[in-house]
């Protein structure tokens, strides 16, 4: 007897592999852990026009890189321009022509999906920032207000806020409204907190509503506090952000630099979409070529195909548990599975119709058959066309009548069907009719179950979907393999054994 | 309550379907072994190799063109059986119990055309009934004349006796009765009367019908409670020997009485059924579990039985 510690190791191992596998699927590719599940994207198009002074021009446009959401698909059309896209500080798309004459367009198209991931860290620690420089006539009213508000508060971030609520105060004081004469709220805040030396700066971020059009880049103020980047919305007294606001450029850089031309101008128009979070994720990894292991990258075809295959351990499952476990008769072992596999190209109704009909319909013509006298081979082959006759009869019948669904019988295997024939009919010369009813009913039973498994959309999306399923259900099966226990129907049968005791 | 927990089971001993083919067949069946009682031809010589007494060997059909032969084979008997080598669960078996005018009749009356015969044959040559659909042989037995002690005990067939042979140890015994209902074959889940026989005596225990207690044969109305084997040594004998005949740890030898050769062994089984539990009123792990725990060194035929009729009684 060798020991079975290496066997519960490896059961062991490809339950973790399964699940992890699925949680990794499921986390890190985002694909929706239920099927229907639906997610919003925003589809935004950026529009850079400038008019051309007939000679070359350049155009960088810095291209969206916020942690808060994911790009889905984004392309540029400009016709007659080249165009690189540049990814070392920022990501940045330039565009550039010989000679640009007149008004110009150039259009950059992105679908991006929310990710919640909303705080913006850095490893880095910003450099200590350069005192900012007040005018003359600003400076003694500034660093009066400065030195209050630095000396009410703690961190930067403590100082920050009390600023821009100061900034926003209905009653201010003179000094304050003497500043914002000259500066806008924002700049100004900026300047505060540069003349004690906060790390900050502006970014330049876009405000999401569905079917804005012709929206510009709003700015917002960063200030940096232990490893992450706060944003303070100055014209609005908010700090913090939600996630319909898209950070458009924040390392420092300016959003839209043009060369030989003038006039330049940005303008944005935005849609929300309501998409399939599991088309939205497939997207994603054809997007970040990040396909590896998944069925998606095969042809459509075989991907249906797939779709079929990958059902059949979920039905295999439901028979060992009901043979091993519960303990149903089946004729044939994995006939059920098979029959299952065509009652949902039938439906469940037509299909347990359509396999009691043929089935009658064969057990007729095999009783002649059996008179014949015929080797088994070439009997089972007559059965398997005489079956070919009946789903053609039955399907031309029920055209013939308007019914579709009886069209659907020709999905039966029916070399399946036609064993299925052979051994009832031997069944019902042997032990007689009781037993094909037992035997029959116990496989259709085991069918229909087996059926209803497979036809959740749960379970079909999970088995396409997280191929670590597979592993788990593997597992299952060889556990259920080793299961010595009594089952469900012995309960009853072993029943006068310990009644007597 | 018609259902049993499975704690109460337990503590009654009683062996399952997983537990058997996991821990019994699987363990103490080797594979390479199996044809030697799958295959009944095989089967047969062995046992005549091992001077263990079989039913007369009329011919065996290989061959599609060769079946025609077999009224000619049976010429000059009063009754046949035909079966299937490889067949299991007595699916396969023709008894012809009466040959008249070139005519046969099964043991209720019914006739059997040539014909039929024919297909049958061709049936099982063509691996209908054997496992896994192998093509097989078929193989023509001489009727087994069947000893009148039992007259009554059997409806239309001969009763036979199923011994549960562990490690040589003949550990449960049975004595399955054909009825109307499993059509003289002594199956019980075609519906023979299995009855329960006590190792030490050869006397019956305990009866059932369908996993259900009789106390009487359905068909005859025989009280069931008090028949004795005869020849129950000479049948432990040959069952414990079967042992070393087909070096199967976990056995089912099945065996007839006949009227003139006494004893005669049937066939073998590699996976015997679970219902002589039943038929016993007893589960039959603790037996198993008790020849499992024997140390010592090997015993001979002799005396495995008289330790089996020490300790497997009652």
């Not at chain 1, 098979?338 to 347990?352: D, W």
């Not at chain 1, 031997?426 to 009913?441: C, R, T």
């Not at chain 2, 199967?248 to 009227?259: A, R």
């Amino acid at each position: 007897m060798h020991s079975r510690k290496p066997f519960y190791i490896f059961v062991f191992l490809l339950f973790v592999a399964g699940i992890s596998a699925s949680i990794y699927r499921g986390i890190e590719h985002k694909v929706p852990f239920l099927p229907g599940e639906q997610v919003q994207s925003w589809a935004i198009d950026a529009k850079v026009s400038f008019s051309g002074r007939n000679a070359p021009a350049e155009v960088s446009f810095s291209l969206p890189n916020d942690p808060a959401f994911d790009i889905l698909v984004e392309n540029a059309t400009s016709p007659g321009y080249g165009l690189t896209i540049t990814d070392d500080i920022s990501r940045r798309a330039i565009w550039s022509i010989r000679e640009a004459r007149g008004p110009q367009s150039l259009f950059y198209r992105v679908t991006l999906v929310p990710t919640g991931k909303l705080s913006i860290t850095t490893d880095e620690q910003p450099a200590v920032p350069q005192e900012y420089l007040w005018p003359a006539t600003e400076k003694s009213a500034a660093d009066q207000i400065v030195d209050e508000v630095w000396g009410r508060s703690a961190t930067n971030l403590s100082f920050a806020s009390q600023l821009m609520s100061l900034i926003n105060d209905d009653n201010q004081s003179q000094n304050m409204a003497l500043l914002l004469s000259t500066n806008t709220s924002t700049n100004l805040f900026l300047q505060m907190l540069l003349t004690k030396g906060v790390p900050a700066r502006i970014v330049s971020g876009l405000k999401l509503e569905d079917q804005r059009r012709r929206q510009q880049l709003s700015n917002y103020v960063q200030v940096y506090q232990d490893g992450e980047w706060h944003l303070f919305d100055v014209v609005n007294n908010k700090q913090g952000r939600d996630n319909t606001l898209l950070l458009w450029e924040y390392n420092d850089g300016s959003v839209l630099d043009v060369m030989g031309a003038t006039n330049s101008q940005v303008n944005f128009s935005m849609l929300q979409e309501t998409r399939s979070a599991l088309a939205t994720s497939i997207d994603m990894l054809i997007t970040n070529d990040a396909l590896d292991f998944s069925l998606y990258q095969l042809p459509l075809e075989e991907q249906s195909l797939f779709k079929g295959i990958l059902l059949i351990p979920i039905g295999v499952l439901v028979v060992v548990f009901l043979r091993v476990i519960v303990g149903i008769k089946t004729s044939g072992t994995f006939m059920p599975v098979l029959i299952a596999m065509a009652f949902i190209q039938t439906t469940l109704l037509t299909g347990l119709i359509g396999f009691l009909l043929i089935v009658a319909f064969g057990l007729m013509i095999r009783s002649w058959l059996s008179t014949l006298n015929l080797l088994l081979i070439s009997r089972i082959s007559a059965v398997i066309i005489v079956v070919i006759f009946i789903i053609g009869l039955f399907t031309l019948i029920s055209s013939k009548l308007g019914l579709s669904e009886g069209m659907t019988v020709t999905f039966f295997p029916m070399i399946i069907l036609a064993w299925t024939i052979e051994r009832m009919s031997i069944l019902w010369e042997e032990e007689g009719p009781k037993k094909v009813f037992v035997s029959g009913g116990g496989s259709l039973f085991v069918a229909t179950i087996a059926y209803l498994a497979m036809s959740s959309s749960l379970v079909q999306h999970w088995v396409f979907n997280f191929l670590g399923v597979h592993l788990i259900i593997l597992g299952l099966v060889l556990v259920m393999g080793q299961y010595t226990g009594y089952r469900l129907t012995e309960l009853k049968r072993f029943k006068p054994l310990v009644g007597e005791k | 309550m018609k259902y049993a927990w499975p704690w109460e089971l337990k503590r009654s001993g009683v062996l399952n379907m997983n537990k058997r083919n996991i821990s019994y067949i699987g363990r103490y069946n080797p594979r390479k072994f199996y044809k030697r009682v799958d295959d009944k031809l095989i089967t047969k010589q062995l046992a005549l190799a091992n001077n263990i007494a079989v039913p007369d060997l009329i011919g065996v059909v290989q061959e599609q063109h060769t079946i025609e032969e077999i009224p000619a084979m049976v010429a000059d008997r009063t009754g046949f059986v035909i079966k299937p080598a490889k067949g299991s669960g007595g699916k396969g078996i023709l008894v012809i119990t009466r040959v008249e005018q070139g005519r046969y009749y099964k043991a209720n009356g019914q006739e059997v055309t040539p014909n039929e015969i024919y297909r049958h044959v061709s049936n099982t040559l063509s691996g209908l009934f054997s496992l896994g659909g192998k093509p097989d042989v078929a193989i023509v037995e001489g009727l087994i004349e069947f000893d009148p002690i039992f007259n009554g005990v059997s409806y239309e067939g001969v009763p036979d006796i199923r011994l549960i042979v562990f490690k040589g140890f003949p550990v449960m015994g049975m004595l399955r009765c054909s009825t109307a209902a499993s059509d003289g074959k002594a199956n019980l889940h075609q519906g023979a009367v299995g009855v329960g026989l006590d190792i030490a005596t050869g006397k019956s225990l305990h009866a059932v019908q369908f996993d259900v207690p009789v106390d009487k044969h359905p068909d005859t109305h025989f009280p069931l409670s008090n028949i004795q084997v005869p020849h129950w040594e000479t049948l432990l004998h040959t069952a414990s020997s079967a042992y070393e005949m087909c070096e199967l740890g976990y056995l089912g030898t099945d065996m007839v009485l006949d009227k003139k050769r006494g004893p005669l062994l049937l066939e073998l089984n590699a996976r015997p059924g679970l219902t002589i539990q039943i038929a016993n009123g007893k589960g039959i792990l603790p037996r198993l579990k008790h020849v499992e725990s024997l140390k010592g060194p090997k015993m001979s035929v002799e005396q495995r039985v008289e330790y089996a009729k020490k300790h497997f009684c009652g």
